[in-house]
């Protein structure tokens, strides 16, 4: 580095997160995505750290789907939207993806958070403009709406509709008002009173808008998210590709159809990032094919979330309540999330830890995602894992 000074503080810094105990580390797979996965030393251990809700990263139509696009398209488009890379098949996936869910328009993006740092600045940069945004949003729309320098930020106590309510309030002088939301919050596993948030945007005249990556394929009675699980209609609804819908990369917005055309001419992730591979968005419009024929998958994730609520909950550990697949385990201690997922490692059960500063302090926890891929002996063998180090680390009887 040509800073000595900047190379001694991040040392120092690096030093100060191993002492405390905070250091992450990536662990190495040799596998595919799946209920069961290799990881480096050829050791296979059940996954429960997915966002592969719905097993269908590693489903042999999906990757067929994923291979046979990408023969017919080439590998990547090696340009932007509006330059060379736009083809049908993106034009049908956005198809898709609006009927999938009720809206009128959809545009892609690379990620979910280029979504929601796309969103923001071309809607709301001018003065007469607020976002009102609950305390607990995902960093993809904290840092899309830390870009807007023209608008009026209002922040609300996370869930708390009474907080809400008082912000709409405050926000009433500016005409152009919106509400976003996460639709499942992703390190608790709760769900956004959408139903409630609703009647607030439209008594006090705001669009609603919701991240709602966890849910979408994942919650509802047909998977359509959060908007159907609450029984509501949104206005807009940012969500991935990369969790229940396949788990590749690519994230997407949908909603009234002026809005995203506006997005198609000034959102500068759109504008400035290579397309959606071809491979993506084929193994995508696959996935959309397998959930619409049928519930099966979504039924069997319920299913699974109740079973391992309901068990590990048995055990005496802190399980917080919800009815989401994410089901955090929570922990006294900061420094016991690595510990305690080390030592899940060590019996065949992959799931990481969190603590500070992906979670606020004294909120560490092992969070453990279900996924349909799992069976039931899967989530046995979890269960008897967590109750043995629980009892290990005297943190359940």
């Known amino acids: 580095m040509s800073s000595e000074y900047l190379k001694t503080w991040i040392n120092e810094e690096l030093a100060q997160i191993k002492e405390s105990g905070l250091w992450k580390t990536e662990r190495i ?15 296979k251990v059940l996954n429960f750290c997915s966002n592969n809700y719905l097993g269908l990263a590693n489903h042999p139509r999906v990757v067929r789907a994923a291979a046979e696009t990408m023969e017919k398209y080439s590998y990547g488009l090696s340009s932007v939207r509006f330059i060379c890379g736009t083809m049908d098949i993106h034009m049908e996936l956005e198809r898709r993806i609006s009927e999938f869910l009720g809206m009128e328009d959809t545009i892609l993006y690379v990620a979910c958070f280029d979504a929601n740092g796309g969103l923001f600045v071309p809607l709301y940069n001018s003065e007469n403009s607020a976002i009102i945004t609950d305390s607990l949003n995902h960093a993809s729309i904290i840092d899309g709406v830390r870009l807007v320098r023209g608008g009026k930020r209002f922040i609300y106590e996370h869930n708390d509709m009474a907080d809400l309510e008082y912000m709409l ?20 596993g709760d769900i956004a009173k959408l139903d409630e948030v609703s009647r607030l945007t439209e008594k006090y005249g705001a669009l609603l808008a919701v991240d709602d990556s966890h849910a979408t394929g994942v919650i509802g009675r047909t998977g359509r998210g959060t908007p159907e699980f609450r029984g509501v209609k949104v206005d807009v609804i940012t969500s991935t590709l990369g969790k229940a819908l396949g788990g590749g990369n690519g994230g997407f917005i949908s909603g009234p159809a002026e809005l995203i055309a506006l997005l198609r001419q000034r959102s500068r992730p759109y504008l400035f990032s290579n397309s959606v591979a071809p491979a993506t968005v ?36 802190d399980v917080r309540p919800g009815q989401h697949p994410i089901t955090p385990i929570m922990l006294p201690e900061d420094r016991l999330a690595n510990i305690f997922a080390d030592a899940l490692l060590e019996e065949g059960i992959y799931a990481i830890g969190f603590n500070y500063p992906v979670v606020p302090k004294g909120k560490a926890r092992v969070r453990v995602q279900i996924s349909a891929a799992h069976e039931r002996e899967h989530l046995d063998r979890a269960i008897e894992a967590f109750g043995k180090v629980g009892k290990k680390l005297g943190i359940c009887v």
């Open 29 to 43: 797979i040799k596998s595919g995505q799946g209920a069961e996965i290799m990881i480096n030393g050829g050791q």
């Open 169 to 188: 309030k405050q926000a009433q002088q500016y005409s152009n008002r919106v509400v976003i939301t996460d639709g499942v919050f992703s390190m608790d």
């Open 282 to 317: 084929g193994a995508s419009l696959e996935v959309l094919d397998i959930i619409t024929e049928s519930t099966e998958l979504i039924d069997k994730l319920a299913d699974n979330t109740k079973y391992f609520r309901e068990k590990i909950s048995h055990l005496g550990l």
